[in-house]
């Protein structure tokens, strides 16, 4: 089932997300829905405050940019109870855009790798080190858990360059192909 992304200026977007016990609740039919409405959205991470639940479960599909970075063919996972244990010194910058904020793209500087702790969609336990786009796709997801969002990163100088824009979204004046749920 295709679920309503939630819009820039939502209050679940900027909640702390909540662990979840393993025995949560049609957690696999949670999980393939997130995964169904990230492919029709036509993106690579989603995060459930997205979809307008404050619990800390991600899904990411890189397979869709597999035809261009075959590194990635097949590589769909769920991300359940994920944590940031450790960043590495290293920065890089690269554009980013957000299924949340339709039509705002920008330049953020996140670390290079970074140490993650999560269940699968098996609930198996993990704790591994995961670098370059994988991180930083990991990173702005779990930002989202964290009630953080990519134009948090910005500098003062971008904020106030895309502050109007912002701002309409949180009235509902944005363009987007897919199913939302704005704050008007």
Same mark, same amino acid.
């Given at each position: ?11 679940? $977007?900027?909640?702390?997300? %909540? =662990?979840? &016990? ?5 957690? @696999?039919?949670? !999980? ?29 599909? $890189?397979?869709?940019?597999? %035809? =261009?970075? &075959? ?5 769909? @996972?769920?991300? !359940? ?93 944005y363009q987007c192909s897919y199913k939302t749920k704005a704050n008007h």
């Amino acid at each position: 089932m295709i679920l309503p992304m939630y819009i820039f200026g939502q209050p679940v $977007l900027r909640k702390v997300a %909540e =662990d979840i &016990p393993t025995d949560y609740p049609n957690l @696999k039919e949670l !999980i393939d829905n997130m995964f169904e409405t990230l492919r029709k959205a036509e993106g690579v991470g989603l995060a459930a405050p997205q979809v307008g639940l404050p619990i800390r479960v991600v899904v990411i599909d $890189l397979d869709c940019i597999s %035809e =261009d970075e &075959p590194q990635f063919k097949g590589y769909f @996972k769920a991300f !359940i109870n994920g944590h940031i244990i450790e960043e590495s010194e290293e920065q890089s910058d690269f554009e980013e855009g957000c299924l949340s904020v339709p039509g705002i793209h920008e330049k953020v500087r996140r670390p290079e790798k970074v140490r993650i702790q999560y269940l699968d969609a098996d609930l198996q336990a993990h704790d591994e080190w995961v670098d370059g786009f994988v991180a930083r796709v990991i990173q702005h997801e779990f930002d989202h858990l964290e009630g953080k969002m990519f134009v948090d990163h910005l500098t003062p100088f971008r904020k106030q360059i895309i502050k109007k824009k912002l701002l309409a979204m949180t009235k509902g004046k944005y363009q987007c192909s897919y199913k939302t749920k704005a704050n008007h």
